[in-house]
């Protein structure tokens, strides 16, 4: 567990939903993820297949989607989800809303990790554990609860939280896994922050090269896919998923929430938006800016990106144009 929690007593928290019986919530989950005392979330109609099948017992909703909620399901219907949530989240997860530095923070006992290779000045937190044959570089912090596998080469001046890693990954040098991700609720002001309680969830054989930035998950999780190589620079937002043998090149980002498909090629500088669903096998050119999404099979380039023909076609009739001034 990366964060401390404790039940909340909903029908003493929402005095005015009619509750029968006190209900305590000690988890938030989305919509598939939740089990019948798990508190979940709807908050766009994009959603509202997984909503027709959520298990959970009670739902935070607007009143133009609580209708697609199963009838057993109650309903907290207010104004703006995403700020009633962040409230309930500082409640149940302590200090989820900020990074406090990781005060059990020591050197590592050769004893506790006798297959494990550290450089100089490495610092651990409790409970870590770390796979044989794995190589841990100089400089580098791995805080409390992190798991790394087997046969992982870790580089100098990582920084590791809140985050599982398979076997056989690399991570190269002064890269940062797990912190908190971009999100706040904007009040007149002040800034409402938005609890992170997710993890980052690194599976075998991925390759993450130097510099790399990837956000832990805001309810969900943030994942990438087995064999996936990530070049220099790219950034990974909150609860991204990116699927199996993925190749991206530097500086592209990834804005909260997207789906990446497997066998997804993206070239440098590009950036996918938020909440979209990118299928498998999809090439995307260098630069390009995806904002809507794509399915299986298809090539696309340019901002907004469009598939590759018509990318050319605008191209070579712009050129034209020019030539003929």
Request: aromatic share 6%; charged share 25%.
């Amino acid at each position: 567990m990366f964060f401390k929690r404790k039940k909340i007593n909903l029908k003493k928290f929402y005095p005015n939903l009619n509750l029968k019986d006190n209900l305590f919530i000690d988890s938030v989950k989305p919509l598939l993820l939740a089990k019948k005392n798990d508190l979940t979330f709807f908050d766009s109609i994009k959603y509202k297949a997984e909503a027709k099948l959520t298990k959970s017992k009670i739902c935070v909703t607007t009143e133009k989607l609580k209708s697609f909620l199963p009838n057993e399901t109650k309903k907290i219907v207010v104004k703006n989800v995403l700020f009633e949530l962040a409230k309930i989240l500082n409640l149940i997860y302590i200090n989820a809303d900020a990074d406090i530095p990781d005060e059990t923070l020591k050197k590592p006992k050769k004893i506790q990790y006798k297959n494990v290779k550290f450089g100089n000045n490495v610092l651990i937190g409790k409970k870590v554990k770390i796979g044989k044959n794995t190589q841990i570089g100089s400089n580098t912090i791995i805080e409390h609860n992190v798991e790394i596998g087997k046969n992982c080469i870790i580089g100098h001046g990582v920084i590791i939280k809140n985050s599982l890693i398979g076997d056989k990954v690399v991570i190269q040098d002064n890269s940062k896994l797990g912190q908190k991700g971009f999100g706040f609720i904007p009040i007149k002001n002040n800034n409402f922050k938005f609890p992170h309680i997710g993890k980052v969830i690194i599976e075998d054989n991925v390759e993450i090269a130097s510099g790399c930035t990837i956000d832990r998950g805001s309810v969900d999780d943030t994942v990438i896919g087995k064999n996936t190589y990530l070049d220099n620079q790219v950034h990974i937002a909150h609860n991204v998923k990116i699927g199996c043998n993925c190749m991206i090149a530097g500086q592209v980002g990834f804005a909260g929430s997207s789906k990446i498909g497997d066998n997804v090629s993206i070239g440098g500088q590009a950036g996918v938006s938020g909440h979209l669903k990118i299928g498998n096998n999809v090439k995307i050119g260098g630069g390009s800016g995806v904002v809507k999404d794509i399915e299986d099979n298809k090539i696309v380039m340019g901002y907004p990106a469009v598939p590759l023909k018509d990318f050319m076609k605008k191209n070579i009739k712009k050129n034209d144009k020019e030539w003929t001034k």
